[in-house]
Antibody
Framework: QVQLQESGPGLVPPSQTLSLTCTVS??????????WSWIRQPAGKEPEWIGR???????TKNPSLASRVAISADTSKNQVFLKLSSVTAADTAVYFC?????????????WGQGARVTVSS | DIQMTQSPSSLSASVGDSVTITCRAS??????LSWSQQKPGKAPKLLIY???FLQSGVPSRFSGGGSGTDFTLTISRLQPEDFGTYYC?????????FGQGTKLELK
């Protein structure tokens, strides 16, 4: 059974870079018709799609964040990475990784439990 | 970006009731619409994909409909575990976008 697990610092100072890792277990990130996405959700608000990476390691980003976002992956470690630079308090949120599945109409069929990140000094 | 608008924002209902949540897209998204349920402190859980297809393991009292710009999620015979927040999401084009959510509460 495939599982996703986010990890990274829970506290990031303003103007610094937020770095998170999504570790995929029980399956390969290279297998199947999948995209691996990062999604964040500020407290009490709807989720916001940050971007994704495909099995060819091509990334697509939300234009609202594109200048500050980098999404990459390490297939040997079965991990997907998110870096968000120049963070402010507005970047405080729970960050999720999720698997987008072509056979589900590109819906997100699998999510990690989420990593809470607070931007504060 | 495609804007997704859900209604109502909140809903109060009793066990055994049936409820319907609507979601409208700012432009046609064909059937690239999914519905998820979220409980406090948890990740969203996929219920319906491609507007009307039930995700594996989801009870049949959940059903979805619509295409183009107007969509519905209906929950029949509400159970205690159905209370939470429901989101629609479009995956027709990036950036993918979510509705603002509908909080379903116990009356």
């Amino acid at each position: 059974q495939v599982q996703l697990q986010e990890s990274g610092p829970g506290l990031v100072p303003p103007s610094q870079t937020l770095s998170l890792t999504c570790t995929v277990s029980g399956g390969s990130i290279n297998a199947g018709s999948y995209f691996w996405s990062w999604i964040r959700q500020p407290a009490g608000k709807e989720p916001e799609w940050i971007g994704r990476i495909d099995t060819f390691m091509r990334s697509t980003k939300n234009p609202s964040l594109a200048s500050r976002v980098a999404i990459s992956a390490d297939t040997s470690k079965n991990q997907v990475f998110l870096k968000l630079s120049s963070v402010t308090a507005a970047d405080t949120a729970v960050y999720f990784c999720a698997r987008e599945e072509a056979n589900l109409g590109s819906a997100f069929g699998l999510w990690g439990q989420g990593a809470r990140v607070t931007v504060s000094s | 970006d495609i804007q997704m608008t859900q209604s109502p924002s909140s809903l109060s209902a009793s066990v055994g009731d049936s409820v319907t949540i609507t979601c409208r897209a700012s432009q046609s998204i064909s059937s690239f619409l999914s519905w998820s349920q979220q409980k406090p402190g948890k990740a969203p859980k996929l219920l319906i994909y491609s507007a009307s297809f039930l995700q594996s393991g989801v009870p049949s009292r959940f059903s979805g409909g619509g295409s183009g710009t107007d969509f519905t999620l209906t929950i029949s015979r509400l159970q205690p575990e159905d209370f939470g927040t429901y989101y629609c999401q479009q995956t027709y084009s990036t950036p993918y976008t979510f509705g603002q959510g509908t909080k379903l509460e116990l009356k």
